[in-house]
């Protein structure tokens, strides 16, 4: 089966570094998620990248997938507090339809004023 | 409110005892997902149901575990003589699959603690 690693595992930054957080698959992605995890709570959606090459952007969090479908990383552009969680990136297990979202174990970001 | 929600958030439990999770998705979301999530680890699926019909549960979850989605509409995750290790946080998650976007809704999870 399919599994997400991710690195680094944890990840202090001070307020207003940029950073990145990569996650690799041992299988080809079909579908892959970053979502952010406050402590304790839910997880909420980032984006979802699907093509080779494709990248995207919601205010200081871009994401990009490789060519070989295979890694992606998660980059934030001066960083704030705000954006202190963990970061976990998922991927679709059936590459013709969306079932089941495994995913990675996690990065860990803190931001330090 | 419109979200996902669990209940309850929280439980504390003597080990083999028996323990039920609830979870109400969005209204309109046809598709419901169950995780566990352990302390520095991701969620770790359980099982999905589309409608009322549960369409895969993971090798992951013995015989103790059980879940239902009655009327399509809310489930229950049961949990039978739970062992020190089912300690978790539960997750659930719905989806509207014809319009899959890769988005889960999450809920903010209901945390076992098994003394």
């Known amino acids: 089966s399919q599994e997400l690693e991710q690195s680094p595992q944890s990840l202090i930054v001070q307020e207003g570094k940029n950073l990145t957080i990569n996650c690799t698959s041992s299988?080809?992605?079909?579908?892959l998620y970053w979502y952010k995890q406050k402590y304790g709570e839910g997880l909420i959606f980032l984006m979802m990248?699907?093509?080779?090459?494709e990248e995207k952007s919601h205010e200081k969090i871009t994401a990009k997938l490789d060519e070989k479908k295979q890694q992606s990383s998660l980059h934030i552009t001066a960083s704030q507090p705000s954006h202190a969680g963990i970061y976990l990136c998922g991927a679709d297990q059936n590459q013709t339809s969306y079932d089941k979202v495994i995913f990675g174990p996690g990065t860990s970001l803190s931001v330090i004023p | 409110d419109t979200g996902v929600s669990q209940d309850p958030r929280h439980k504390i439990t003597k080990r083999g005892q028996n323990v039920t999770f609830r979870c109400d998705p969005i209204s309109e979301h046809n598709r419901l997902y169950w995780y566990r999530q352990t302390l520095g680890q991701g969620p770790e699926f359980l099982t999905y149901f589309q409608n009322e019909a549960q369409l895969e549960k993971s090798r992951l979850l013995s015989d103790r575990f059980s879940a239902e989605r009655p009327k399509g509409s809310f489930s229950t995750l049961e949990i039978q003589r739970t062992e020190q290790g089912d300690s978790a946080m539960y997750l659930c998650?719905?989806?509207?699959?014809?319009?899959?976007?890769?988005?889960?809704?999450f809920g903010e999870g209901s945390r076992l603690t098994v003394l």
């Open positions: 990248l699907q093509k080779g090459g």
């Open positions: 998650a719905s989806s509207l699959a014809a319009t899959h976007t890769g988005e889960l809704f």
């Open positions: 299988k080809t992605l079909y579908g």
